[in-house]
């Protein structure tokens, strides 16, 4: 196709799902259950539900360009200025503002592999190179991911806790990583999933956010806070850079839903706690099943778990769906003998124990 740039053309497509009723429909089911995207088994959270319930009959206006309130609450709930924050249509779009204004045609942004797929698709479709690290014992290198920095880098891009591994960056290994770097990168430091992390070791971004360090935090409403749906996420740091994205967002990028529900779900810490209890105890639960199986994985600190299977992960996939358990086959993600899960209900993680068992073949 002559009419886009080749780093267009040649841009793979984020790998797609299909429908959950159309997958139940072809499988003949209609009680399947799904781990696949690390979502909130709990559904969102009540206070969300009556906030976006009582917001309805507005949905005539147009939102709130600024996204005011929810930038103070924000504001109130991290301990930085409504001006060091951006919100966005889901984390990823913040990131997709970064790529934009920071990168330069042909410039570089590194981050590590495997990790969030979408890193690579927002340089490629920004104009950048892509330069990802590989893991050490399947751990962030941060020091390769340092060493690495050439004339030409931009943006190093730091997953913490990592998907698809849970793996955490400590805060020794932050302190040598960030004063090592020249000051013409930009750390991104995506934490999705950083609600969920209970090692003390493991420091914030926000920790590291002073005005004249160039450092972006991203998160999201769609993991703890239950939201993914609505596509809200958020950026912090230092102003003089949030200035620069907050040009390239449309006015309405967030909508009033999604504000609205944002707000409500900030103040449900019941919610948020009763979430990462079930997360922290439906880990628990695979960890003891998978021990006594002997099945290899990864100790997580986000709301999912990397499972060895030591052997093709898409005929497995394939079995699973049959049974109507919907899992994460880490093929696209260079992993072909893994699979990953989310957390779920209890009665959730029982019935992919079953069916997992059944697949392959350990005795009931
Ligand atoms: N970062 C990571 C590491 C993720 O796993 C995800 C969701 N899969 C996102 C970002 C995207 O979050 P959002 O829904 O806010 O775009």
Known sequence: ETLVPDYIATLAAYPPGKPLEELERELGITDSIKLASNENPLGPSPLAIRALTDHIGRLHRYPDANVY????????????????????????????????????????????????????????????????????????????????????TRIIIVNNPNNPTGTVVHRAEWEDFLAALPTQVIVVVDEAYIDFVDDPEVPTGLEYLREDRPLIGLRTFSKAYGLAGLRIGYGYGPSRLIVYLDRLRSPFNVNSLAQAAAVAALDDSEFLARTRQLVKAGLAYFYEEFDRLGIRYLPSQANFLLIHLGRDSREVYEQMLRLGVIIRAMTSYQLPEFIRINAGLPEENQRFMQAFKKVLGFAA
């Open 69 to 152: 309130y929810l930038r103070q609450r924000l504001s109130r709930h991290l301990g930085v200025l409504p001006e060091q924050l951006i919100c966005g249509n889901g984390s990823d779009e913040i990131l997709e503002f970064i790529m934009r204004a920071f990168l330069r045609p042909g410039e570089e942004v590194i981050s590590a592999a495997p990790s969030f797929l979408m890193y690579g698709l927002l340089t490629q479709g920004a104009g950048g190179v892509f330069r990802p690290v590989p893991l050490k014992d399947f751990r962030l290198d941060l020091a390769a991911m340092a060493q690495a920095v050439t004339s030409r």
